[in-house]
């Protein structure tokens, strides 16, 4: 019986191939160890199986120690509820029974702390339930490791005697969720929260503008969702509804605003700001396209300065994403007034025009309090005269794992995201191989500390 709440997506392992969000998850911890008869993902650093078992008798009955904690008390009650859905309407000899669960963390999380401690311990034996973590974080995580532990047998569902120790093995566990090309509103991220809590997934990468579609509510500029969203984005309550849910189960909420290029939807309404004259229209077809923002006009900056910082404001998680994939630089190459401004400034190609606008992003985002991150692309620094990327820039790697290696000797904090990426559909098995540092990395210690961790990508 699927738990409430939850898509079906993320219990059977029929559906993992199909789902790479969740398959790819394994290659983010320890490998599952073979002959297990735990359906525990991913696998936790640490499982002791010890004889015996715990009847489950709903509801848990829950004593916390710890300090107040919204995530803590709303945490609780969903998975007592979960479990209960899960067990059925069974009768029992003994009506007033219950499960003991003892919880105790000594802090409150930090979630715009990438780094915020999520271990735990989990012991569950004849005697009850126990859950220890040093932070909220870590209850969220061994809870999820709870429900996924439960087990059928004759009399019913049991817990498994276990005592788990475990820590997330990387501190970016990601999924884009692209809202663009095919449009998904707020409730349909709302389920996708509960999977992610349900497999310790910790980053919600919310792609909000690209050619097919402007998905963002802007008050300073509300023709940009007006003229290039065909009715179809996300308000800020709605933003604001989705951070909240996300914070509540343990996840950050990451936005995307690609740019330069894949950026039709915002001439829709500012066509002065493209490199090309409009009039412009939102794409109805999948592709690359041309339409790129002028990194030589100073209004494109003025304007991306008052959008970030009102974006910024609402978003409160430390990154920022720029996109900055795919530019394939026609409207440069055809732009006269573009290529004076290159040939002016000793740019000898585009690569050096969008380092330039790169640095301008960085600077606003950074005037803004946000840490800039964007796709492969914007690591693709060959021209001497530019200046290249400011260190603290984080590359995201949807090109393969020589992307990652670079950008990580480079001295980038770098996320893979190639062989989860939209356009696959591998087998669990494959997926499970897909790790973001292999034994087989070429890199050095130094270089390792800058992978992050990965990030799978998925759209309707």
Known sequence: ??????????????????????????????VLLVGQDLALMPWPTQVERHQGQLPFIAPLRARVDGPSSERIDQAVARWSSRLADRNGPVARPDSTASTPLLVHFTSIGDLNDPAVDGSYGLTTDSSGIRIDAPTDIGVLHALATLYQSMQHGADGWYFPALRITDRPRFVWRGLMMDVCRHFMPRDVILRELDGMELVKLNVLHLHLTEDQGFRIESKVFPELQEKGSNGQFLSQDDIRKIIHEADLRGIRVVPE?????????????????????????????????????????????????RFLGEMSALFPDPYMHIGGDENNGKQWDANASIQAFMKKNGMKNNQALQAYFNQRMYAILKAHGKRMIGWDEIGDVSDSTSKGLPQDITIQSWRGPEGLAK??????????????????????????????????????????????????????
């Open 257 to 305: 605003f690609d740019l330069p290029g894949h950026s039709a939807s915002w001439f829709v309404s500012h066509p002065e700001l493209a490199s090309a004259p409009g009039p412009y229209s939102i794409e109805t077809h999948f592709g690359v396209f041309g339409p790129t923002f002028d990194p030589t006009n100073e209004a494109t900056y003025t304007f991306l300065d």
């Open 1 to 30: 019986m699927l738990p409430q709440g939850l898509p079906k997506w993320t219990l059977g392992a029929n559906y993992l191939g199909r789902m790479r969000p969740l398959a790819f998850l394994l290659a983010l911890s320890p």
């Open 407 to 460: 950008a990580a000797r480079a001295g980038h904090d770098v996320i893979l995201s190639n062989g989860w990426y939209i356009d696959l559909c591998y087998s669990a098995e494959k997926n499970y191989l897909n790790d973001p540092l292999p034994a087989s990395s070429p890199l050095s210690a130094e270089e390792r500390s800058h992978v992050l961790g990965g990030e799978a990508t998925m759209r309707a």
